[in-house]
């Protein structure tokens, strides 16, 4: 039996494989468990094989290259095109097995598990933030409730909390009284584990040449770098750093017809806690622009005269993004952009 393509649609335990002959025709329909699935591989001749970018596919990518064949991944977006007629997982294993082969697909890297242990830990700690700030509002709407306002952030709410739980003429009831207690220590508890994990990832940001390279580079920090290097390794399934901003959704959209060129606000594509991490960066940058290199000053003063600072602000994230990706794919240290007369003096 001759394959030349082998497309696998991923489950949970269920797995369904199509493989192609050199003519593109169909020779193979399996199912397999996960078990089956790689002992079926193990002794196969195939040149390629194809899975969608999705939960397990990295596992299973580095389980066939240990077999010793030629694995790419690819988002679903891209393999949509390719199904035909009604969808079922046999239908979507042969897209997938003719979407592999295209010449101008694109692939999306098989993370490590050093890769896959970051972004574990980055997405584990964005939960923590995000239910800290939940029950920060929702403290915040028990006291409005009651008459009681509250400035918005954390620290406020350390400050104040504990005198109103301990003030008389507050007229709290006891059950309200004790709820707040309750959510205040929940409060401590998320804050503890937030804490313990940007200690992780300030320690692995140390450890880490690439991470040390980027946090050299204004905006970026422990939590950026690290990000970074989970999200996108070395940087090498980019051509440019334009590349690597698209990806990120911090390029303008485009709709062109007719040869008449229309450009949006930013597509917002790809990786958005990246794209947050980058915009949030490049406020902090702009806060303190005098601070910064000649060149990098001069570039933000003259920008900012033209327009908005919001502007301003996703385009300097494009440009610490592009910054970033030069660092990890030409393996260099950052240099500060400087302008020509400072740098000849």
Known sequence: MELHMIGIDLGKTVFHLVGLNLRGEVVVRKKFSRKQLLHFTANLQVELIGMEACGGAHFLGRALREQGHEVRLMPAQYVKPYVKTNKSDYIDAEAIAEAVGRPKMRFVPIKSDDQLDLQSLHRVRERWVIRRTAVINQIRGLLLERGITLRKGRCHIDEALPGILEDASAKLSGALRLLLAQLKLELDHLQMRSDEADAV??????????????????????????????????????????????????????????????????????????????VHGARAVLQQSAKQSSGLSSWLAQLTTRTHRNVVAVALANKLARMAWAVLAKNEPYRPPMLADAATA
């Open 201 to 278: 990832i300030k320690k692995t940001a140390g450890e880490n040449a690439a991470c040390r390279r980027l946090v050299a580079i204004p905006g970026i920090g422990p939590i950026t770098a690290t990000a970074i290097i989970a999200a996108i390794g070395n940087g090498a399934a980019f051509k440019k750093g334009r590349e690597f901003s698209a990806w990120l959704g911090i390029v303008p959209g485009e709709y062109t017809t007719g040869g008449k060129q229309k450009l949006l606000g930013i597509s917002k594509r790809g990786n958005s806690y990246l794209r947050r991490l980058f």
